[in-house]
């Protein structure tokens, strides 16, 4: 049973009750429709003033009576005296933004016709409707004009809906202009509508526009900015609909584009974008001795990071030189370079007789997309909270400075607010700006340390799922409990040597559970000494075709970061039973040489082995224990013969043309309870560290030589290629221009030792500072299959070595494992797997395997990278910093003590005057003016000009994120 | 439509006067719920859940399809329910009864349109491929309170399930095996719980979880839909007697400190299965503090 009070209707009277009869046809049904509308005439006017009305207000669940909501004094204006407002549905719909305005547009009736038109329209504009109507302070009232006697209107023959509502409108506004004339209240109808307009006039409405109106109002310049605004909003947004612009131009197509490559006209090739301005690609096109820049929006055109492109070179007369400014976060900055060919274009023609510009072309289609989620956070400033639950659109602003900003649609945006979150892209239109993509998922809360953490990984690629069932059941079913067999009969036992009286010590990382390697050495009774090199049997446990075989290929490496360690392997192998664990005897794969006293290898020899680990040292313990002279043990002297030999070992390879390009490497320091990053200190390294590293070269070169000589055509090994000498190019000029220096570049042995010649004595960091930018010239080293190149260019170039692979870290590296199979082979333990001699399938884990390092490796860093930033938030620490990039608008500099990098822009230089920037750019230097009072003064930055810095960490406002900033002390 | 037997007048006297003063048949307090038990299957996203006589089953399929046309972001997320004689009698075979519209709406609205499941995280490529999430709710035996009992199945069913993991390279989708790769949960952004009142006396009584016997008695009922935030997803009261405002206030705060307790229970019944299930993963993670 319901029940609906309401109005009865007066028998007599027929003006209360409409009825509308219409006939509809629906699939040859005719249907009559019979719509009976019952008037009102109890629908107060919800004026405080208004006595009229007191009895017809409603009344709340408890019976008292609701207070009328708009006020008895409204505002007064010379030109319309104290007066209610009735906006009409246009004002509503194109300038809402202006109404909600808090200090303005009180006493407002919304006429029902207007929340119809608008509901029909726009939804969330009419919650946006509905909620003012709620607001106290804004005095906003509903009026049921539809539904009360004497402003309903019926819709004439001749007449549209539109003036039909436009006459219910001016009907209510003309009612309550008379119901409160005896009140002094007046009535102001707000439409934009000329004819509206006139018509309300001639019955004595009084009207105006909403510009008009606003004029009159204090914050009129605030308010007239909003309405113009909008009303400008509105006007482009109808000419973009009504011809939709492509913002780029339109790709080529697939058939045109194949055309094309092969006579020559465009190039395909991998586009890279650059790090310091998203808006400048280059893609490396054979023919071209330099990398073939895309810079600008247009010219990338819809280009993403990694993509397959075709490019079209542009004409000679359009060629650019690197960008020699760095794109800001700030969008408008980077607009307008790319917009217009202002003073940079003009520079660009001069610097192009001065120095050979880089070949310059625009891409013309994709061949391939290389899309993936990406990770990124909402930019703030394209939210609406008051939007509330409705779906909008908003741009996500990626982590990776290469990826332009995500277009989006969501119903979550305000939840989105602050939150690490990753993005799909889907499509990139020629219309539209951005890419558009779709959300994923919610990682959790920015610079919480698991949100960044889980970004990180994502962002790189890692594989850090856990292990699924699959791979778990390819454990031994003993678990920890596995032990090496006692019974020497043991199937086991084939073939393996029994190393375990031998006195095998493991030095690693402090702390480290996964112990790969451990060495021993002892003389002969001829006096030669024998070194063995012991590697965890992975493959013992690890058989090929398995799952976790495959899981591990997939993985490719350990990844290290900070404070965890994403592994390649199960804990159960990777640091139980694979690890080389002091005291229990373990499976090994051992390497053993005879060495004279000049550690010449006289003989080498492989085999499978059980060995026993007497000790698990750290670097510091061991180099400790060589150092003490009252150690005597045999143990001890073993490593003493060890290190002995690893120095001559040493010198050879420098003699040899290794090169010695170690960048530093940072440790956090954290604090022990709560594991927050404290502080940062650059890791130090003693003669233990070269120690092991010496013999685990020695080991890899050694299994290298065996399996290729085993496997000529399907041997996994290690190059590393030489770079070009072009890649020097802008540091040998760099070098010429600022020191006067110069390097040799034409093999490793001579650029090893013009690097030791270049040497500033004033500045003792220098040094280093130029190994660092050397190391950033050449190429990475990379996993091949012997097969694919040819003998000579096997050549590991920093390592001066013909030949190279990996096989001394089984449980971190899966390229070890494919050695270690290769090598139990070649020494016939046992039989090949099919799959290790699959010439093919060795390429494509090659590359799998490539690219898991190289993504492990930009992991490591980044996690670093944010560590120190969070070491560093809150404080301020001034340091001394190197110049390693100079740019038009900004320079790099290196921070030596943090290992980090940052941009210093030259506008931060003074908060007041933007500096006056003289940017030489053949000599690497700027003259920055700074204007400020009281004591104006020239700063010169040069290329490897030591700075002193201030490094902070501050919010950044854009994406409410903390941000490492650092500004030059001067 | 085949009837049941009505309650005679003799017992129906019994149960308004107990009511009236303040006991039920039971020997429950007038606001409280029955005891809830809830039980997993083998597989992720299978829930059995029972209080007193009442028994809902519910199960979570997915498939991947192309998205609606007018929501290109969104996966799908589907509610199905069925009455039939298995749970009571007096449901019919193959004929959509009103009270079962009233259900399916109710969950529907509940669970579905309250935002309980993000379905935009459900997208795999915009505009091709999505995700189905498909919930099926048996009931098994009809002692009373329907929708509480399938609301409570179905959160806990999709708090439960895990769907396959998927890398997408491109336009193509692998979607891997559970055995290959660990099984990822889907994004639950609240538990909503339906609370369903009925009213005695006209509507001076209100009674929380009502049994067979007294929803066939009761003069109206309202169902309010909540989550522990305290937001109310819902309230559901079509026609029967008129109810003050003022009570529906103080049944809402009832509902409150009931979804609590429910969200609770799911939560314990939820971490304890899932513990047991996740033994199969022990030693499986891939993420290890380095020391």
Same mark, same amino acid.
């Given at each position: ?970 | ?192 719980? +339906?609370?369903?009142?009925? *009213? ?7 009674? #929380? ?5 007294? =929803? /066939? @008695? ?32 103080? +049944?809402?705060?009832?509902? *409150? ?7 609770? #229970? ?5 971490? =304890? /299965? @899932? ?17």
């Amino acid at each position: 049973m319901s029940t609906v009070s309401g109005l009865k209707r007066p028998q007599s009277s027929e003006k209360n009750h409409r009825d509308r009869v219409f006939v509809r046809a629906t699939r040859g049904k005719v249907q009559k429709v019979v719509r009976e509308q019952y008037l009102r005439n109890d629908i107060p006017c919800q004026s405080r003033a208004c006595p009229l009305c007191r009895s017809k207000l409603p009344k709340d669940s408890r019976g008292n009576v609701l207070e009328p909501i708009l006020s008895e004094k409204p505002m007064f204006l010379e030109k319309f005296g104290h007066h209610y407002l009735i906006p009409d549905s246009n004002i509503f719909y194109h300038c809402i933004d202006a109404l909600e305005h808090p200090n303005n547009f009180f006493d407002v009736i919304i006429l029902q016709t207007v929340f119809s038109e608008i509901s029909s329209k726009s939804i969330p504009l009419y919650n946006r409707m509905k909620r003012l109507c709620q607001e106290k302070t804004k005095r906003f009232t509903p009026f049921s004009n539809e539904f009360f006697v004497d402003t309903f209107v019926e819709r004439l023959d001749d007449e549209s809906a539109n003036d039909r509502n436009d006459r219910a409108i001016r009907n209510a506004a003309s009612w309550f202009a008379s119901h409160l004339a005896s009140l002094g209240i007046k009535i102001v109808l707000l439409t934009d509508d000329r004819e509206n307009a006139r018509l309300a006039a001639e019955q004595g409405i009084q009207v105006s526009t909403l510009k008009d109106y606003v004029q009159y109002l204090p914050d009129s310049e605030i308010l007239l900015d909003m309405v113009s605004a909008i009303a400008d909003a509105i006007a482009s947004k109808e000419q973009v609909e009504s011809g939709t612009k492509n913002v780029y131009e339109l790709h080529w197509s697939m058939s045109r584009l194949l055309a094309c490559i092969k006579n020559g006209e465009v190039h395909k090739g991998l586009i890279n974008i650059s790090t310091y301005n998203y808006l400048e690609g280059s893609v490396v096109v054979p023919g071209y001795n330099k990398p073939v820049l895309v810079s600008g929006r247009e010219n990338l055109n819809r280009a993403v990071q990694g993509d397959i492109v075709c490019i079209q070179i542009l004409p000679q007369d359009q060629w650019k030189t690197e960008a020699e400014e760095i794109a800001d976060d700030d969008e408008d900055v980077v607009v307008s370079t790319a917009a217009e060919p202002d003073s940079a274009r003009i520079n660009d023609l001069e610097l192009i007789t001065k120095r050979n510009a880089h070949p310059t072309a625009k891409v013309v289609g994709i061949l391939k997309r290389n899309w993936r989620p990406y990770v990124g956070h909402v930019d703030n400033a394209t939210i609406a909270q008051s939007k509330g639950g409705s779906q909008q659109t908003v741009l996500l602003t990626p982590m990776d400075r290469r990826v332009p900003k995500i277009r989006f649609r969501t119903r979550q945006a305000p939840r989105l607010v602050g939150r690490r979150i990753v993005v799909a892209i889907d499509l990139w239109d020629a219309s539209s700006r951005y890419p558009e993509g779709h959300f994923v998922r919610d990682l959790g809360e920015m610079e919480t340390k698991e949100a960044e953490t889980e970004a990180l990984l994502l962002e790189y690629d890692v594989q850090h799922r856990p292990f699924p069932k699959a791979v778990l059941d390819c454990l031994p079913e003993e678990g920890h409990n596995w032990k090496v067999p006692a019974d020497k009969t043991h199937p086991l036992w084939k073939n393996r040597k029994d190393f375990r009286d031998k006195l095998i010590c493991s030095i690693d990382p402090p702390g480290c559970q996964d112990i790969d390697d451990a060495l021993h050495a002892c003389v002969l009774p001829n006096g030669n000494y024998e070194v063995g090199v012991h590697i965890a049997d992975v493959t013992h446990f690890v058989k090929p075709n398995t799952s976790m075989d495959s899981e591990a290929a997939s993985r490719g490496t350990t990844v290290y970061l900070v404070d965890k360690r994403i592994d390649m392997l199960p804990m159960l192998l990777g640091t139980d039973l694979c690890s080389l664990r002091p005291y229990v005897e373990r499976f090994a794969f051992s390497c053993i040489w005879e060495m004279d006293e000049n550690a010449n290898i006289i003989k080498v020899h492989f085999t499978k082995s059980v060995i026993a680990s007497k000790e698990a040292f750290s670097y510091a313990d061991a180099q400790a224990r060589i150092d003490d002279q009252k150690m005597q043990d045999p143990l001890t002297q073993g490593m003493r013969v060890l290190l002995k030999l690893s120095k001559i070992l040493k010198q050879k390879r420098m003699d040899e043309g290794a090169l010695n390009l170690a960048s530093p490497e940072v440790r956090i320091q954290t604090d022990n309870e709560t594991s927050d990053p404290m502080d940062v200190e650059i890791k130090q390294l003693l003669e233990t560290n070269s120690l092991v590293e010496e013999f685990m070269l020695l080991a890899n070169i050694s299994v290298a030589q065996k399996i290729y000589d085993a496997f000529p055509q399907t041997a996994v090994l290690r190059r590393h290629a030489a770079p070009p000498l072009t890649n020097f190019d802008s540091l040998q000029d760099i070098l010429r221009v600022c020191k006067g220096m110069h390097l040799k570049c034409d093999t490793s042995k001579s650029l090893a030792k013009s690097l030791d010649e270049c040497v500033d004595p004033k500045e003792p960091y220098f040094n280093t500072l130029l190994r660092i930018l050397t190391t950033r010239c050449m190429l990475s080293a990379e996993y091949f299959c012997s097969g694919t190149f040819a003998p000579p260019d096997f050549r590991h170039y920093g390592l001066a070595s013909p030949i190279y692979t990996h096989f001394t870290s089984p449980i971190r590296r899966y390229a070890d494992v494919l050695a270690h199979r290769q090598l139990a082979a070649a020494i016939d333990y046992e039989t090949i797997n099919p799959s290790l001699s699959d010439k093919s399938r060795l390429i494509e884990i090659c590359n799998g395997i490539n690219y898991r390092h190289r993504m492990a490796q930009m992991a490591g860093r980044a996690s670093i990278e944010y560590y120190v930033g969070q070491a560093l938030k809150g404080g301020v620490a001034e340091e001394d910093a190197y110049v390693i990039k100079v740019f038009k608008n900004g320079f790099v500099v290196f921070i030596a003590r943090f290992g980090l990098e940052g941009i210093v822009y030259t506008k931060s230089l003074s908060s007041v005057l933007e500096p006056n920037v003289e940017y030489v750019e053949d000599e690497y230097k700027l003259n920055i003016e700074i204007r400020d009072q009281p004591k104006p003064q020239t700063v010169q930055i040069q290329m490897f000009q030591q700075v002193r810095v201030r490094v902070t960490t501050v919010r950044d406002e854009h994406s409410g994120k903390q941000k490492v900033q650092i500004t030059l002390v001067y | 439509m085949s009837r049941h037997l009505e309650t005679s007048l003799n017992n129906k006297e019994f149960v308004l006067n107990s009511l009236e003063k303040g006991l039920r048949l039971d020997g429950r307090q007038l606001s409280d719920f029955r005891s809830l038990e809830i039980q997993f299957g083998k597989e992720y996203g299978q829930v059995d859940v029972s209080f007193g006589h009442t028994r809902v089953m519910a199960r979570i399929t997915t498939e991947i399809t192309k998205p609606y046309t007018d929501r290109p972001f969104d996966g799908i997320f589907s509610i199905t329910t069925e009455l039939t004689p298995l749970a009571y009698s007096a449901f019919e075979a193959g004929r959509v009864s009103d009270q079962e519209i009233v259900i399916s709406r109710l969950i529907e609205k509940a669970v579905r349109r309250s935002n309980a499941l993000d379905t935009e995280s459900l997208c795999i490529i915009s505009g091709q491929k999505c995700w189905h999430v498909r919930a099926s709710v048996h009931f098994i035996n009809h002692d009373g309170n329907l929708v509480d009992a399938a609301c409570i199945a179905v959160i806990a069913a999709l708090c439960h399930f895990r769907r396959p993991e998927l890398t997408v390279v491109g336009e193509e989708v692998t979607v891997h095996p559970v055995e290959e790769r660990v099984p990822v949960p889907l994004s639950i952004l609240h538990m909503p719980i +339906c609370v369903t009142f009925s *009213f005695f006396n006209n509507g001076e009584l209100a009674i #929380v979880d009502a049994t067979l016997e007294e =929803e /066939d @008695l009761c003069n109206g009922s309202m169902t309010i839909t909540l989550n522990k935030n305290r937001e109310v997803c819902q309230i559901y009261k079509a026609g029967g007697i008129i109810i003050d405002p003022s009570k529906i206030i103080s +049944c809402a705060k009832t509902a *409150f400190d009931i979804a609590v307790s429910v969200c609770s #229970v799911i939560q314990q019944a939820l971490d =304890e /299965d @899932l513990r047991k299930k996740e033994t199969q993963y022990l030693g499986g993670s891939a993420e290890n503090e380095r020391s």
